[in-house]
Structure formats: structure tokens, C-alpha cells
């Protein structure tokens, strides 16, 4: 039997990826930036051994089938590197709530492919860990790091050129996230899919792919001069113009509720108050608020208290991906 086991953590892209230039690879059409949020962790289990007979996914104490042949993939190119024919049990707990919408795919994959580069003996880089993370999930290959994180879209065909890297570290400016929980149960199109039907008929998705480096260059310079406001404007505007795209395709994909929508008003009414915060919402309904830590009881107390919010999670910034060689 060979096992390892590894934690990652969630992130949110603060300049989103949204739409593929290549499926089968799972090869983003646009670079993202992302911060990788401490509070929010999923630990893994992988087992490989000549008892199993076919792979196993357990998510939170639950067998999950539905979910195992993404997961069957990343591994197959795992155990071909390492000319290992063994099934795999999986299994995997998030300490936050995966039916929220939380990204859980970002922590999840990340997570696998480090505890199976363990497990396997692999000695894998980061770059080649983002690389694995990615084929599960576009937003995974950025979990792999921790603080600020690029993801580059790449041209290759063979996508060994669309990875992340860390762009700087989680204590050299520590933002902190207040999330606020607006809704719960699973989303009704997962990103995947809704990045597919955008690109497939949004008149806005051509505009969004062309206007997207020019986001990166912003956030970039604003993450290097440490500049809130430049980062929080930024930061709006791609959140605001990937719901654009997503909410103009057919059908359309309206991810929010009125919830989020008073939210994102509340935020932007606490900055013109001079509070250093901003909002940004990925493919579901809950609003992160990334603000300056001073900010964030206030915040985090305004967020509570808004009619319809259930619950708010408050993370500051985390590390990348730990594994662990555990013995068997
Ligand atoms: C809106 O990484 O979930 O959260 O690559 O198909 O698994 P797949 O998509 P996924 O998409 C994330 C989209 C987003 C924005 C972002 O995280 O950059």
C-alpha cells in the first residue's frame, strides 16, 4: 500500500477566469489572480493498493461516484508517471461548507494531486503540482500556492505552459475575507459548464476575453505598490464583467439573489465611507468582501447584520498546498 495525504486551501480570484481556450487539457482562455484564504481547508487522503478493485471517493464521510471520474483522471496521469496500475481510495473533508459553493474544487484538487504525488513517491515541483491541480480544475492549479497567485493561460497545446505561481506571500500584505453565506445548496451550473454556454453565445464573452490582460496588468502593478484602491477597483470590475458575460448568455446565468445584490451595495457604500473594502462573487451567490485588516470586524458585523445573510466566515490569507507522507 502507498499513502499520502495533503491540505489546501480554497481561493477566490480576485481577476477571474472565466471560459477555455481547450477542453480536453482544460486550458483557461484568460490568466486569473487569486488570493488563497487560510480559513477555508480541505485535507486528503490518497491510498493506493493492490486490494482495491476500482477507485473510491469519499467527500465529507459521503461516497461520492458522481464526482470520481474527474478525480479517476487526475490520477491516471499520476499513476502513469509513476508506472503505478493500483487503484485509489480517496478521501477528503472540507472544514467549511462544500454545499455553499465555496470553491471546494480549488482546495480539493490541489489537495489530491499533492497527496497522491506523496503517495506515489513522484517528487513533483509546484509547477508541475499546478499543472495536475489544473486538469481537475482551472481554479485548483492556483491552490497549490499560498497570498497572491497568478495563473497563466499559456499558448501551448500541450498546456505545460498554463500554470500559477505565487506572486507574493500572504504576510507581505495581509488582507483579510469576510464571506458571506446568501444561500444554501449546491449551485445549479457549475462553472465549468456555465464558462462553456458563455463562450457559446455571450456577445459580451469576445470583449471579455480581449479586455482581460489588460486586468492582470492592473492588478499586478496594484498587489506590487500595495495599493488598496487600485486593487479593489480592479478587482470590481473583472467580478462585475465576468456576470456580465455569464448573465447576457442563453440561457442566462444569473448567479446571485437579492441577497448578494444588497450585499454588493452595502460594500461599495462602506468604501465611499472610506472603509477599505471591496466585493467580489464567483459562479453562486456568496459575497467575499476583501478588506484591510482594521476593517474587518466592522465588516464583518455589517455583513451579519443584513437581512438574509445566514452566516459570515472570516479568513485571513493562507499558505499553498502541505503534504504529508503518512504511513500506512
Ligand atoms: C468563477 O475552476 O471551477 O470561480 O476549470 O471548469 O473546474 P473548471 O472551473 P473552475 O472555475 C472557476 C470560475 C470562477 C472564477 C475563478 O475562480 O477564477
Redesign the pocket.
Known amino acids: 500500500m502507498k499513502q499520502g495525504a495533503a491540505t489546501a486551501r480554497s481561493n ?2 480576485l481577476v ?3 471560459g477555455k481556450r481547450q477542453a480536453r487539457l ?1 486550458l483557461p482562455a484568460v490568466g ?1 489572480l ?1 488570493i488563497t484564504l487560510d480559513a477555508l481547508a480541505t485535507e486528503t487522503t490518497v491510498r493506493f493498493d493492490s486490494a482495491f478493485e476500482s477507485d473510491d471517493l469519499v467527500l465529507d464521510g459521503e461516497r461520492r461516484p458522481e464526482q470520481l471520474e474527474r478525480v479517476s483522471q487526475c490520477l491516471d496521469i499520476m499513476r502513469e508517471m509513476a508506472g503505478v496500475s493500483l487503484h485509489a481510495h480517496v478521501a477528503s473533508a472540507n472544514n467549511f461548507p462544500t454545499a455553499a459553493g465555496l ?1 471546494s ?2 482546495s480539493g484538487f490541489a489537495a489530491l494531486v499533492a497527496a497522491a504525488n506523496a503517495a506515489l513517491g513522484l517528487d513533483l515541483s509546484e509547477r508541475d503540482l499546478s499543472i495536475l491541480a489544473r486538469r481537475g ?4 492549479a492556483r491552490s497549490i500556492f499560498g497570498g497572491f497567485v497568478e495563473m497563466y493561460p499559456g499558448q501551448d497545446d500541450d498546456g505545460l505552459d498554463s500554470y500559477a505561481e505565487p506572486l507574493l506571500a500572504a504576510q507581505d500584505w495581509p488582507l483579510e475575507v469576510i464571506v458571506a453565506i446568501t444561500a444554501q445548496g449546491r449551485k445549479a451550473v ?3 459548464s456555465g ?1 462553456a454556454r458563455s463562450a457559446a453565445s455571450s456577445p459580451y464573452y469576445g470583449q471579455w476575453v480581449a479586455t482581460h490582460a489588460q486586468d492582470m496588468d492592473v492588478a499586478r502593478s496594484a498587489i506590487a505598490a500595495r495599493d488598496f484602491e487600485a486593487l479593489a477597483t480592479v478587482s470590481e470590475r473583472s467580478c462585475l464583467k ?1 456576470h456580465a458575460a455569464a448573465m447576457a448568455t442563453t440561457p442566462p446565468l444569473i448567479y446571485w439573489n437579492g441577497v448578494t445584490v444588497e450585499c454588493m451595495h452595502a460594500v461599495s457604500a462602506m468604501r465611499r465611507r472610506g472603509v477599505p473594502v471591496f466585493f467580489t462573487i ?2 453562486g451567490p456568496q459575497l467575499k468582501a476583501v478588506c484591510e485588516p482594521t476593517a474587518a470586524a466592522a465588516v464583518r458585523s455589517e455583513l451579519a447584520e443584513m437581512p438574509g445573510v445566514i452566516e459570515t466566515l472570516h479568513t485571513g490569507l493562507g499558505p499553498g498546498v502541505e503534504a504529508t507522507v503518512s504511513a500506512p
Open positions: 477566490i480570484a477571474k477566469y472565466w482544460n486569473s487569486s470553491a474544487s480549488a480544475s482551472g481554479s485548483a457549475s462553472s465549468g464558462m465576468m464567483d459562479a
